[in-house]
């Protein structure tokens, strides 16, 4: 990172040291930078890296526990280091929901969606803002990957597009969203959580609920302490469906079937 260091360095008010390559990032890749002055600081660089500074900004108001953004130029973010992760346990899962609450209770009478569009790579996440929150997800969670998905599985999410009136709430409390929250991007380190790598906007905080069952089983103590609206159950597979389908076009196929059982649970 050498090459960097002209721009890293006036960032984090130190002289870089050393660099460490972090694990994962399917946007933007990250690395732990070592100061001379003893400190860790995290830095990224990309193509959505200032999208991801508002989102921080806008979170860290709140009093959400996220990393602090120490400084942005030329598509690099600088930000504190939240340090190594350690596996999630009760106590872990008990500060994410009391994380939730401070992220989510705080919406004002926003509209569904966010200011601005982000990515995940290739992938846009459409973010215009909408009134009625039905019309959003069909619209910019869903059939925006049906030209892009096999037949099939298109097919299918465009017959639960249209049931979706049926299944979810057109006005939900709008709550701030993590918007891509799995245990990958939850820094637990015994003590403390921090929530990283944000794809933020506006909509129903049963959607941070679903994104958590993709890749992680949090246990029923988490969801009682959340107090989701009646129903959400039935919901979630509805939600947790855009995270799959997102996944089928970053990462392939495998990751239709995974989709066919939430639209299966669904009725579609």
């Not at 958590?212 to 089983?217: A, G, K, M, N, W």
Request: contains cysteine; aromatic residues 8%; glycine residues 8%.
């Amino acid at each position: 990172m050498r090459h960097a260091d002209a721009v890293l360095e006036p960032l984090c008010g130190a002289k870089v040291i050393g660099a460490e390559t972090l694990a994962g990032g399917d946007t933007s890749g990250a690395s732990r930078l070592a100061l001379a002055d003893g400190r860790t600081l995290i830095a990224k660089h990309g193509p959505t890296t200032a999208r991801e500074a508002r989102m921080l900004g806008a979170m860290h108001a709140l009093g959400a526990p996220v990393p602090e953004v120490v400084g942005m130029q030329d598509d690099w973010l600088v930000m504190t280091d939240a340090g190594a992760a350690r596996p999630l346990d009760e106590a872990a899962w008990h500060s994410l929901a009391d994380a939730l609450d401070i992220l989510h209770a705080a919406a004002k009478a926003e509209p569904y969606g966010w200011s601005e569009d982000h990515a995940f790579r290739h992938v846009a996440v459409h973010n215009a803002q909408r009134t009625d929150w039905v019309e959003f997800w069909r619209d910019q969670r869903l059939l925006c990957h049906v030209p892009h998905l096999p037949a099939p599985l298109a097919q299918r999410v465009e017959t639960l597009a249209a049931r979706l009136p049926d299944l979810l709430p057109s006005h939900p409390p709008p709550a701030l969203l993590h918007g891509d929250l799995w245990g990958g991007n939850i820094v637990w380190n015994g003590a403390a959580l921090t929530l990283i790598d944000p794809c933020a906007y506006h909509g129903d905080r049963e959607v941070d609920a679903a994104a958590l069952t993709v890749f992680d089983s949090p246990p029923e103590g988490f969801f009682d302490q959340l107090e989701l609206a009646a129903g959400w159950r039935a919901r979630l597979p509805a939600y947790r469906l855009w995270m799959w389908l997102i996944h089928v076009r970053l990462f392939g196929q495998s990751y239709c079937a995974p989709a066919e059982r939430d639209l299966a649970l669904l009725g579609c």
